[in-house]
C-alpha cells in the first residue's frame, strides 16, 4: 500500500485474554533455552500457512504507534536473523527488563476496551509483547524477525507473546514463562502470527509435520 498505515485492516471480533504467572506475578529472571548446537541445521521453524483476520487490538496498537506497524525493507530475502552473542544478551536483557517493568494487569473490559501499549505501567500480555517487540526494534534487530504471535494457553485463555525468528530456530519472549524458549517447547497451541513480510497483516500456522 502507498499510504503507510492507512489501510484497510481486516479484524476479528473475539476477546482476547492473557495468563499470568503464579499470584498473578509475571516471571522475571531469565534464563536462556536454545537448541542444542547439534540440532542447529534440524530446527522446526513455524510455518505460516493461510491469511487470517488480524486482532482488532492491534488494528487500534497500529493507529497509535504506525512506526511499529510500517513496512520495512527487507535486506537478503529477509531470512532470521543470526543469533550473536550480543543479540542473545538482547534477547535476555529485553525479556528480564520488561517483565519486571510492566505489573501485571488483566483487561477485564473484553475487546472493547483493549488497548496493546509500548511501556506502560501496568498491562497484559499485549503491552509485554510490543513493548519487546518495540525496544529490541530499537536496538537494530530487524522488524521482520520479530513476530507478535497469538497461542492458547493450557487453561484455554489467549495469550499473546513475540517470536524471535533466528538462525537457531524461533525462539519465544512471553511474560509467563522467565526463560527464552523455542517455540517447540512451550506446549501452546497456535493460533497465528504476523507476517514477516507485513507487519499489518496475519496467517495461520501450518500444522508440524507428525
Request: proline share 7%.
Amino acid at each position: 500500500m502507498r499510504r503507510g498505515v492507512g489501510i484497510l485492516f481486516i479484524v476479528t471480533m473475539f476477546a482476547e485474554f492473557c495468563g499470568f504467572g503464579p499470584g498473578g506475578i509475571s516471571l522475571a529472571n531469565a534464563a536462556f533455552f536454545g537448541q542444542p548446537r547439534a540440532l542447529k541445521f534440524q530446527v522446526q521453524r513455524l510455518k505460516l500457512d493461510q491469511p487470517a483476520m488480524a486482532p482488532m487490538a492491534h488494528a487500534r496498537f497500529c493507529l497509535q504507534y504506525p512506526g511499529d506497524c510500517k513496512v520495512r525493507p527487507i535486506v537478503f530475502r529477509g531470512g532470521p536473523a543470526k543469533l550473536t552473542e550480543a543479540r542473545r544478551e538482547q534477547l535476555r536483557s529485553v525479556n528480564t527488563e520488561v517483565n519486571r517493568a510492566i505489573r501485571p494487569q488483566a483487561n477485564m473490559g473484553g475487546v472493547k476496551a483493549e488497548r496493546w501499549l509500548i511501556a506502560p505501567r501496568a498491562g497484559d500480555c499485549n503491552d509485554y509483547a510490543v513493548t519487546k517487540r518495540h525496544q529490541l526494534i530499537a536496538q537494530g534487530w530487524p522488524a521482520h524477525a520479530l513476530l507478535l504471535a497469538e497461542v492458547v494457553i493450557a487453561s484455554g485463555e489467549h495469550h499473546l507473546v513475540l517470536v524471535a525468528r533466528t538462525d537457531e530456530g524461533d525462539l519465544v519472549l512471553d511474560n509467563l514463562n522467565a526463560n527464552i524458549r523455542p517455540w517447540t517447547a512451550t506446549r501452546y497451541r497456535w493460533v497465528r502470527v504476523q507476517s514477516p513480510k507485513n507487519p499489518l497483516f496475519w496467517a495461520t500456522l501450518a500444522r508440524p509435520a507428525a
